[in-house]
């Protein structure tokens, strides 16, 4: 990892230097290891702060979204799984391609820190991993940790090592992690009763504070003026008055990036209240499957999404709900 | 005596200006009745209906929604109802998935000939949710007097 | 039974709608027994709608139908008058108690022939 | 806050039975907004709608709110009401009393309820009403008519002769339809040919029609002033100018043994051949299933033979694209196929023909030159029994619940034609009822009974069948309460008639709407009898129901009337309910324009100044000419900067915030 | 695939022909079929009546038996084919009728008419195939005018039985091609028997069966074949003087074209 992130930082130096590009997004060293924040380094000067480590989980397809109207051209670091988003943002003319210069990095999935925290592991100081394990390093001493015990979500899942888009790769050797099934956690909440399935989203949905951190980093959800914002929308709200103002704003949160979520799985990384809400979106993903044929979304620019598509005979909705979810 | 107050459901019913509000007025016309607690809420197209109508009145106190429009290959518009049909199938997909009772929301096809049907179907509908009685699970905390 | 609750209870019973008759007489035109009974199906039919149902009740025609089906199958308006008539059979049955064949009969028209089903179904038919 | 002004419409004793008025009114009347609230006996009448006026100017209204009937019945009537009042016209909303509450609830309290969710549901509605301008939008002058048949064919001369081009699609070789096969028609026994023929010419030579025969209209996009077709012109593998018409390929066919459609198949064709004598164009076709050269790439006799060098075997199907104004469906009908209801034989014995067949058989361009005579050994016929309603007015799924309405008077004039023609032929009719409704028909039908002594049997037919080389017809005698056998050498079924199977396809295209037998729906079926709900399209004939020829001519010419109406105009008002997108909002993400099937729907790089930040950026931008106001783009909008005028969110949430109020 | 077989009553006794061939002549053809371990009688006739639901619970075992074995059920009589058919058929279709037999039959599952019902018929028709079966056969019939005498059972109501075209059928017809006899089309062959009538009036009976005998015998029958005892037996017993016609099962004549008589 070390030595992808010094080719990097190299790589990001040359492009400043030559006036390639204005900026390059990517991630800053914080004050630990654990926390690298997102950023744009307009300097050679800066680039020391850059870093690629086990918790560069963030994806920053979406910042390239504010400098749409800008004339400035800025590179971006991509992993495998980020490259879809920033397909989609693509077509959903949301970036403009022509300012983008598009680094596609290497991965072999990135950790979650709340799950190595939850093993009573404090005073992280250093984290260096394997393909299969973790050595954590910390001031009371080091520990081994399976790896697939703390990746992110999203890694659990891994769509795998292929960049859709690029203009150029560093360290595309690396192993991405093996992929559990990604519709497990779906299935087995369609499989319970309806008043069960009432329960588990209740004490979820009820925990939401309405920060708005799944809208603000879910690379699909890049309204200019989002409809919970949109005064004429009829359904404005900055917060949530009720709990059926909760359940609304996650369906129609979900609803409106059905068939264009990628599946990045950032809504619940970066949830404080750690609400699995990649499962309502997954669900989506789930069902369009279903219904409409294997949908990826961001695979492809430019191809038309299934919910601005249809078939002449496409399942009716009333199947679907006298159907509805097992038992 | 203890009186028994008779449960009498709230149902907002969408429908399409071209096909299913005709098929009503005429079931209107053909005198075949359907449940008063059916209100009908004109629209150009079922295609017409977001997602976020539908909660919306849940919200409001709906106990269910139904979304009538032209049969599949006969929208006005030519494609409205084929939009739809995904947006409400996967809706109510999404609905059930939250634990929703899944009988509250459907939608129905139903042509400006077919009074008949317009008037089946809703007799059937608001039947089907008497079944389920007062939708609470939607709209939790509205205000109830 | 009054005459009125009759008429309902012949169409519960039947499940037949009589009220689609559009009076065109194909069941009559088509049925293999018309000669045997002297009311004849289109008569049921209409005989029920207007209410005269005692005097279908009366009547032995009912043990006449054969139940082929060809009324049913032909009728224009799905009105299936060999189920009003067997309605109407039935509740004679239950009516009077009185089978139209009890076993002490069976002797003299029994052969060596006759096979088990048509005494299993002549004795489902007449008596209840 | 607009100042509401709500008018209650009694509809006589429509609405005022079963709903009680003053409690609407009432109810109205504390609605916020709601300054001036009343009601009338018939508010569409003259003295109801200036009441209206008279209240918009007094009370200053700058909303209103009808409580009436449908909004597809007099929406119209009361937007040009509140225009002549100084008014909007989409300052006004209806709340539908009527089909929607009186009519289907007989208990008072509950419609009365019911009516005054709705009116308030429109009073929430109107309340966030704005005014909306209507645009305007060009005319093609020229008419598509699909199908050539009477109807088809009397609806392109009348618009014709108005000056307007019209092109008549024909899916068969020629034109003339149904008719072209009837002998005689009802109630005078005049030649049919002698009455379709000479029209068929006139079309042909029409300087305004062009005729488009064996050809399909394919697709048809665009709305009313502006459609746009592609037609598929099938390959006739003859060049329809070089061709004569000499008919020298049709005799020297050597593959004859295809049915011969005109003549309902009771005789053969050539593989090359031309309809019928009368066709027009008078050109031949060269059927693909059955030609040698063709199917097996052998013989090609035809083009040997034909000295214009009219025959091309590499002819391709065409696809022509033509913009209209208006279009006429006039896709006619067909007899129902009766082999499913063998107890009358049809498959088992060939002496069991349709009415179509014996009007074949008794024409004297048809098969037999007119000479009657039976199918299976054409020796003369001394009985022949009718059988009426076969398939008419049967609920099972074998047949069609509706009445077709011709067969009680062409059964009857074949009835009288026979007996006229061979005295010696007894003639027994079997019905249900006799429907004579029209001008001179129950004369017509007494004659035949009194004076040409045809035999009418109240009562169906049971059964048919074959013995010692007659056919045995068991039917009912209601009258004489018998069960009775007749013996007939010939049986004719009146076959129930249908759409035409295409009609379906075209409606779909057309989104005219189709009833449950496949009929087109008029757009109210009493005031607008020959238009279709969706503009710009118009139905003649059959296509609609069940006709006679008298009928179809009338209907046909009433649908011309509406077209050229159409046609004369320059300018059509647009529907100003359409979509607008929201500069501030739209992020120009094209959810939008991938939905819309108009193409309404572009973008443009706009500079914007949004809060103080001025900078160019993608947006959507709607067309209010072709938008025709669907709404869908307003759902596939995330940010909701795409909305519907007349219907926005707010409006429709208002409503339903109105209607869920408990 | 096995077959299970209902014989019903009568196939027991009286019309033993109609079951003995047909066993033989499925070992010919090669289809395996078991008799239901312990069948009970169909009721002799479907009853009609809406609320008769206690004349329907010896089928609804009988399809019960059926549905725990997974297996479809061959019937040979027509009478227990259309009885069956029926009551499957409510139990498929009709709420109160299902509800109703299952509280009072306590399966261990709700009987909800998955059974499929088979006529013999069908299975040559639709298994073994008439063009297969015309291949096995050593013995053709040739010569033979033979009558198809279907009666009203099989075929009524159509809706319901899906046999065949009730007013022009042909499924027998083309057997009596396949073991090579010659089929004679006539016009009373779906008409009535006269069925139980005949226990309590033989003259009605007789005149039913007469003017079907007339009918083929106009057409030039030489015999019939029928699939239903009671067909046979009016046909065969209660026949007018003098109109007397061979009539025979169908098995029968399957059995001695296959060569297995």
């Not at chain 4, 039917?475 to 759409?499: C, H, P, R, Y």
Request: charged share 25%.
């Amino acid at each position: 990892m070390q030595g992808l992130e010094k080719k990097i930082k190299d790589r990001a130096s040359e492009l400043l230097q030559s006036g390639a590009v204005d900026g390059i997004i990517g991630w800053e060293k914080g004050q630990f290891e654990y926390d690298p924040t997102p950023a744009v380094f307009t300097k050679e000067t800066g680039l020391d702060n850059l870093c690629y480590n086990n918790f560069c989980g963030a994806n920053l397809s979406k910042y390239l979204v504010g400098k749409i109207t800008s004339d400035k051209k800025f590179a971006v670091l991509l992993k495998p799984c980020d490259t879809y988003s920033m397909n989609q943002l693509i077509t959903e003319h949301r970036v403009n391609r022509s300012n983008i210069y598009i680094i596609g990095i290497g991965c072999n999935g990135h950790l979650n820190v709340e799950k190595i925290k939850a093993q009573g592991i404090s005073g992280i100081t250093a984290v260096s991993a394997s393909d299969d394990h973790v050595n954590i390093s910390t001031i009371y001493g080091d520990s081994k940790l399976a790896k697939k015990e703390i990746l992110l979500g999203k890694c659990e899942v891994c769509r795998g090592n292929v960049h859709v888009i690029f203009d150029e790769l560093i360290g595309e050797e690396l192993q991405t992690p093996k992929p559990d099934d990604r519709f497990e956690m779906v299935a087995k909440l369609e499989a319970m009763t309806a008043e069960e399935r009432f329960k588990f989203w209740q004490g979820e949905l009820s925990r939401c504070i309405r920060c708005n951190a799944c809208r603000n980093a879910c690379p699909a959800c890049t309204c200019r003026v989002c409809v919970f914002d949109n005064g004429r929308s009829g359904i404005e709200a900055k917060a949530n008055a009720s709990e059926f103002e909760e359940q609304m704003f996650h369906i129609i949160r979900a609803f409106h990036v059905a068939a264009r979520c990628t599946d990045c799985g950032e809504c619940s990384r970066v949830c404080p209240e750690n609400i699995p809400l990649h499962l309502l979106n997954r669900k989506y993903v789930k069902d369009i499957n279903e219904f409409y044929g294997d949908y990826q979304a961001g695979d492809i620019a430019e191809q038309r999404n299934p919910l601005v598509n249809f078939g002449d005979d496409d399942i009716e909705p009333t199947t679907v709900s006298d159907k509805g979810g097992q038992k | 005596m203890q009186e028994v107050k008779e449960f009498k459901p709230n149902i907002v019913a969408f429908c399409c200006n071209w096909c299913s509000y005709a098929g009503a007025d005429l079931a209107g016309s053909s005198r075949l009745s359907y449940p008063a607690e059916v209100k009908i809420i004109r629209v150009p197209c079922s295609g017409r209906v977001n997602p976020m109508f539908i909660l919306k009145a849940f919200e409001k106190g709906a106990d269910g929604v139904i979304i009538c429009g032209c049969h599949p290959g006969d929208c006005h518009y030519n494609t409205g109802n084929f939009y739809a049909r995904r947006r409400m199938a996967l809706l109510y997909s999404m609905l059930d998935f939250m634990g929703i009772e899944k009988g509250r929301t459907r939608v129905e096809w139903v042509s400006a000939a077919e009074g008949a049907k317009f008037a089946n179907v809703m007799n059937k509908f608001t039947s089907d949710i008497i079944e389920l009685g007062e939708c609470v699970k939607l709209g939790d905390i509205r205000c109830k007097d | 039974m009054h005459k009125n609750n009759l008429k309902e209870e012949i169409i519960r019973i039947s499940g037949a709608s009589p009220n689609k008759c559009m009076k065109c007489g194909k069941c009559s035109a088509t049925c293999p027994s018309f000669n045997e009974m002297e009311i004849a199906p289109h008569m049921f039919v209409d005989m029920v709608i207007k209410g005269r149902v005692e005097q279908l009740v009366m009547s032995d025609a009912t043990n006449h139908c054969l139940s082929c089906f060809a009324c049913v199958e032909r009728c224009p308006r799905g009105v299936e008058p060999a189920h009003i008539i067997e309605a109407i059979r039935v509740i004679k049955l239950r009516q009077s108690g009185a089978p139209q064949i009890t076993p002490a009969q069976i002797a003299s028209v029994i052969d060596t022939e006759i096979p088990q089903q048509a005494l299993v179904s002549a004795f489902r038919k007449f008596r209840k | 806050m607009l100042n509401i002004g709500v008018f209650v419409c009694w509809c006589g004793s429509n609405i005022a039975a079963t709903v009680d008025i003053d409690q609407v009114v009432a109810a109205a009347k504390i609605q916020p907004g709601v300054v001036f609230a009343t009601d009338y006996q018939y508010m569409c009448s003259e003295a109801g709608q200036k009441i209206m006026r008279n209240a918009v100017l007094e009370h200053k209204l700058d909303g209103v709110v009808i409580c009436a009937c449908s909004p597809r019945m007099h929406e119209a009537t009361f937007r040009k009401n509140a225009e002549k009042s100084g008014l909007n016209p989409f300052m006004v909303e209806i709340a539908n009393i009527r089909e929607h509450v009186s009519w289907i609830h007989k208990d008072k309290a509950v419609g009365t309820v019911k009516a005054i969710a709705l009116v308030n549901a429109a009073i929430a509605k109107v309340s966030l009403n704005a005014p909306l301008i209507s645009g305007e939008s060009s005319v093609t002058k020229r008419a598509l008519v699909i199908g050539g048949g009477i109807a088809g064919l009397q609806t392109a001369l009348d618009i014709a002769e108005a000056g307007f081009e019209v092109d008549v699609v024909e899916k068969l070789p020629t034109i003339g339809g149904n008719m072209a096969k009837i002998d005689k028609t009802f109630p005078t026994l005049d030649c049919a040919a002698c009455i379709l023929t000479p029209k068929m010419v006139d079309a042909a030579s029409h300087e305004n029609i062009e005729l488009i025969t064996y050809s399909e209209v394919e697709s048809v996009k665009g709305f009313v002033g502006s459609f746009k077709a592609t037609i598929r012109k099938k390959a006739r593998y003859v060049d329809e100018v070089a061709c004569t018409g000499c008919g020298v390929c049709m005799a020297k066919c050597p593959s004859k043994k295809s049915l011969n459609e005109f003549n309902c198949g009771l005789n053969n064709r050539p593989s090359v051949y031309i309809p019928f004598a009368q066709a027009i164009p008078n050109v031949a076709v060269i059927d693909p299933q059955s030609c040698i050269k063709l199917t097996r790439d052998k013989c090609g006799l035809c083009q040997t033979v034909c000295e214009a060098k009219a025959i091309d075997f590499t002819q391709k199907d065409e696809l022509i694209e033509r913009e209209y104004g208006a279009i006429v469906v006039a896709t006619g009908f067909q007899p129902i196929k009766v082999d499913k209801f063998d107890e009358l034989g049809y498959s088992q014995n060939k002496d069991v023909i349709t009415s179509l067949e014996l009007e074949r058989l008794m024409n004297a361009a048809g098969p037999t030159g007119g000479k009657l005579q039976k199918v299976s050994d054409g020796s003369h016929p001394h009985d022949i029994v009718f059988i009426q309603c076969v398939g008419s007015r049967d609920c099972t799924a074998r047949g069609k619940n509706y009445c077709s309405k011709i067969c009680c008077m062409y059964t009857t004039k074949h009835a009288m034609l026979i007996r006229d023609k061979y005295p010696d032929i007894n003639v027994t009719v079997f019905y249900i009822d006799i429907r004579t409704a029209g001008k001179n028909y129950d004369e017509f039908y007494r004659r035949a009974a009194e004076d040409y002594g045809v035999t009418y049997i109240k009562g169906q037919v049971g059964k048919v069948y074959e013995e010692d080389g007659f056919l045995v017809v068991q039917g009912s005698d209601l009258i004489s309460n018998e069960q009775i056998k007749i013996k007939a050498d010939m049986v004719v079924l009146a076959a129930a008639i249908e759409a035409d199977p295409s009609a379906k396809k075209v409606a779909s295209m057309l989104t005219a709407s189709i009833d449950t037998n496949n009929f087109l729906t008029e757009a109210h079926a009493k005031l607008r009898p020959v238009e279709s709900p969706t503009a710009g399209i118009f139905l003649s004939g059959v296509c609609q129901g069940p006709k006679d020829i008298p009928e179809t001519v009338a209907q046909a010419g009433a649908a011309a009337s509406k077209v050229i109406g159409l046609l004369v105009k320059n300018k059509l008002v647009t529907n100003p309910c359409v979509a607008i997108a929201d500069e501030m909002l739209c992020s120009g993400c094209s959810n939008c324009f991938n939905i819309c099937p108009y193409g309404a729907i572009g973008y443009e790089e706009k500079l914007v100044n949004d809060h103080g930040i001025r900078e160019t950026r993608r947006l959507a931008v709607v067309n209010p000419a072709l938008c025709q106001g669907c709404g869908a783009c307003s759902v596939a909008c995330p940010s909701g900067a795409m909305d519907l005028l007349g219907f926005t969110n707010k409006q429709i949430m208002a409503e339903v915030d109105a209607i869920c109020k408990k | 695939m096995i077959y299970s077989y209902y014989p019903g009553c009568t196939l027991k006794t009286q019309a033993k022909e109609l079951d003995i061939y047909a066993r033989r002549s499925l070992d010919v053809l090669g289809i395996k079929m078991e008799e239901l371990a312990d069948w009970q009688c169909c009721g002799g006739v479907y009853p009609i009546a809406k609320d008769e639901i206690a004349t329907k619970l010896s089928s609804v075992r009988t399809l019960n038996q059926a549905r725990e074995l997974g297996r479809p059920l061959i019937t040979l009589c027509s009478a227990c084919h259309h009885v069956l058919t029926r009551v499957n058929n409510d139990m498929r279709t009709d709420k109160n009728t299902r509800d109703k037999v299952n509280t009072y039959s306590k399966f261990d599952t709700p009987y909800e008419g998955e059974t499929d019902v088979i006529h013999f018929l069908q299975l040559l028709r639709d298994v073994v195939g008439f063009d297969n079966l015309k291949a096995k056969v050593v013995n053709p019939l040739k010569g033979r005018k033979v009558g198809a005498y279907y009666g009203c059972l099989l075929l009524r109501p159509s809706a319901e039985l899906a046999f065949d075209d009730p007013e022009n059928p042909t499924i027998i017809e083309d057997f009596i091609k396949a073991i090579g006899a010659t089929p004679v089309i006539y016009s009373h062959r779906n008409e009535c028997c006269g069925g139980y009538i005949a226990v309590t009036d033989k003259g009605q009976a007789s005149r039913n069966v007469d003017k079907i005998i007339d009918s083929a015998k106009n057409k030039g029958c030489d015999e019939l074949v029928t699939a239903c005892p009671l067909c046979m037996y009016n046909v065969a017993a209660n026949a007018g003087e003098g109109k007397e016609i061979t009539i025979k099962y169908f098995t029968e004549l399957l059995a001695e074209a296959l060569g297995v008589k």
